[in-house]
């Protein structure tokens, strides 16, 4: 199956109760595929085809609130104009999953892969998971629930996987039995809800003697997750065999130089790594799964001996020093005093491939700088025109 | 029609909320719980409603209450709708969303359109006092001509808005709810009716209520239910109900109060008043006198003259 019937299959084994959902390219085959199963009575699950994203995350807000199970999915524009919604959601602490195929923002207007919708929103208050794969997003999607609902995190999850290049790419898939995953993503069990029996309100307005408060709690529930996440990846794995974590090192032990990046890219840099490694190059690549909450610790040990390393962002922000993913690095690199020499590469925008080549063209450059080349220019575009 | 003795004595939109002296919204908030006869969870629109009902740690609220934000209050509800049907509890419940003019006219018609065509159970109160009061008197799609606002001043060259209220029933009787209302909050037991007829019907039900706002309108704060009940009496503002597609006149006026007794007591309207802006005055009667007239042959009557256009101009 694609990334895409992967997570609309996982959603459907989570049991959810209420799906609300806008189609947009390419994640639009969840909610297709996610339709025939209600069409086909496959699951007991109340659809809401809303007619805009903003509505799909709002009813989302309003079922969650209401004490259910809730799914939804979206791209690009879509996410933009969640944009207010989505604080919404992390405000009101309701654990919805929702899945992002992520895709270029407009303009000029693109359908294809890059990270700038999720980057754009990643202040959100939303734990941020990143799949390289159909596999992982089906196996992330599925743990999502468990650590959006449990009651020491209470937080909406979304599950990233690259538009198209896991979207829609068919890949074999291991799935779990229906009752294995019954078991494990549970029933919700709220702690506070809609409910007439005992009234509360929900979203009062908190003025300047109240309002940092309420923030400071989202703060600290982003703090309660990690260990939340790692209880869950161990679970999953003793019932599915496979691993999850903050992050992925790849030939990181005696690394010199490597790539650091989050999705479908890091497949092509393992690759690349492999083929240089057998040239004797000393080069691993970190592959990041969860992006927020930020794995500062966890990144600096993986690099604590780590001469060099390019991190490859696929958004840009614009008159930033770094794309996204590098500043939160050098900021990992102040605070914990690692010495590794970071320099930042922009790539894969809008779909663009990035090639063999290209990451191999960044580990050499990361050797260099491990050998002791200073860093000349701390941001490159790769495989543009100049 | 209900009698005052059927109505609850509990408040469910307690005392304590900071609504103004003579707020409309705040009558109609209180009316509608009073309506109400089953447990209710209410969705509220970002407005004068919400802000100054909910300061935290405060609530005037003592049913379920949830605000989100401004424009997706009709998607908010549906979610709700969807979640309690889920949990088998659709009949058991009345979802009501509140939204002011603002919020339901303009910003929120998208997502109120999209809940009416998916038909959720659930009944929407759009509380009107014709201009976004909340911000400090903006102009919205449900102020009327001629009215003065702060994004529509009495200018010397331009006195007011220069366009029409828009249709808020009409579109949604274009949706095929199967009740749609109007109602204003000087007749209590018309809109308490009328919001039991909207709750129980199975699927969506609007209610398009005027209620005055002093500060926005400028009048005396003891007049609100005056005008109120003014704005029904000339016509103004009419009273019907559509069920299924058929318009029925709530109230008839068979003898019309001059437009004029509910256009004086106003400031908004104030400028209209002066040889110099005569035709705009005349223009607003005119608006009215048409949707008056659309609004008496859709409910199958005879329209009856508003009133006559004044003879002498007015001070």
């Known amino acids: 199956m694609n990334g895409d019937e992967a997570v609309a299959f996982a959603a459907k084994q989570a049991q959810v109760d209420v799906v609300a959902a806008y189609p947009i390219t390419p994640q639009t085959i969840i909610v297709e595929r996610f339709s025939d199963y209600v069409a086909n009575g496959e699951v007991d699950t109340q659809y809401i085809c809303v007619e805009s994203e903003h509505s799909a995350l709002s009813a989302c807000v309003g079922s969650s609130l209401a004490g259910s199970r809730v799914f939804t999915a979206t791209s690009s524009q879509g996410l933009a104009l969640m944009h207010e919604v989505l604080y919404l959601a992390s405000g009101l602490r309701t654990p919805i999953v929702m899945a992002v195929a992520n895709r270029a923002l407009s303009a000029p207007i693109n359908i294809h892969n890059d990270h700038s919708d999720m980057m754009g929103s990643r202040d959100c208050g939303w734990i941020q998971i990143y799949a390289e794969n159909a596999q992982e997003a089906y196996d992330w999607t599925l743990q999502a629930f468990r650590i959006a609902e449990d009651h020491k995190v209470s937080l909406p999850v979304t599950v990233n996987l690259d538009g198209f290049t896991i979207s829609h790419a068919m890949e074999g898939v291991a799935v779990l039995e229906d009752s294995e995953v019954s078991d494990f993503v549970g029933k919700r069990d709220p702690t506070y809800k809609l409910d007439t029996t005992k009234p509360m309100t929900f979203g009062a307005l908190a003025l300047p003697d109240y309002y940092s408060e309420f923030k400071r709690q989202q703060v600290e529930a982003m703090k309660n997750a990690p260990p939340v996440i790692a209880s869950v990846n161990d679970e999953f794995e003793r019932m599915s065999g496979r691993q999850y974590s903050e992050l992925s090192a790849f030939n990181m032990e005696d690394a010199d130089a490597a790539v650091l990046c989050m999705g479908s890219v890091a497949g092509t840099a393992r690759a690349v790594a492999a083929e240089l490694r057998k040239q004797g190059k000393r080069v691993g690549v970190l592959k990041l799964w969860q992006y927020r909450p930020f794995p500062t610790r966890e990144i600096a040990e993986a690099l604590s001996k780590v001469k060099s390393i390019g991190v490859v962002d696929r958004a840009v922000s614009f008159g930033a020093p770094y794309g996204a993913l590098c500043s939160d690095i050098a900021a990992a690199k102040v605070l914990t005093g690692i010495q590794t020499k970071i320099f930042n590469i922009i790539c894969g925008l809008g779909g663009r491939d990035v090639r063999p080549a290209d990451i191999e063209g960044i580990f050499e450059r990361a050797l260099r700088h491990a050998d002791g080349a200073p860093i000349d220019d701390s941001l490159t575009f790769v495989g543009v025109r100049p | ?315």
């Open chain 2, 1 to 315: 029609m209900v009698t005052l003795k059927e109505l609850s004595t509990q408040e469910f939109f307690g005392p304590g909320h900071r609504m103004c002296t003579g707020c409309g919204p705040a009558a109609m908030a209180r009316m509608t719980m009073k309506a109400l006869q089953k447990p209710a969870i209410v969705v509220n629109a970002t407005g004068c409603l919400e802000v100054a009902s909910t300061i935290y740690p405060d609530t005037a609220w003592k049913v379920p209450w949830v605000h989100t934000l401004f424009e997706n209050t009709a998607a908010v509800a549906s979610g709700i709708e969807a979640s309690l049907r889920k949990q088998g509890k659709g009949d058991t419940v009345d979802i009501v969303a509140f939204g002011g003019d603002g919020g339901t006219f303009d910003i929120g018609i998208q997502a109120l359109s999209g809940a009416l065509e998916r038909r959720h159970d659930f009944t929407y109160i759009c509380y009107d006092n014709e201009a976004y009061m909340n911000t400090g008197i903006q102009r919205s799609g449900a102020t009327p001509y001629g009215a003065a606002t702060t994004t529509t001043p009495a200018g010397s060259k331009i006195p007011g808005k220069t366009d029409a209220k828009k249709d808020l029933i009409g579109i949604c009787v274009a949706h095929g709810v199967e009740y749609a209302a109007t109602a204003s909050i000087a007749f209590w037991n018309d809109y308490i009716t009328k919001v039991r007829r909207a709750t129980a019907i199975k699927g969506p039900a609007v209610i398009h209520v005027l209620a005055p706002c002093p500060l926005g309108w400028r009048f005396e704060t003891s007049e609100t239910i005056k005008l109120a009940k003014l704005a029904v009496q000339t016509n103004y503002f009419p009273l019907y109900e559509v069920e299924n597609g058929k318009y029925k006149l709530s109230m008839k006026t068979p003898k019309p109060t001059p437009l004029e007794e509910f256009l004086k007591p106003q400031g908004r309207f104030r400028h209209l008043f002066v040889p110099e802006f005569s035709k705009n005055l005349e223009e607003l009667r005119r608006q009215v006198e048409s949707n008056w007239s659309r609004i008496a042959q859709l409910c199958g009557e005879t329209p009856v003259q508003t009133s006559p256009p004044s003879s002498q101009p007015a001070r």
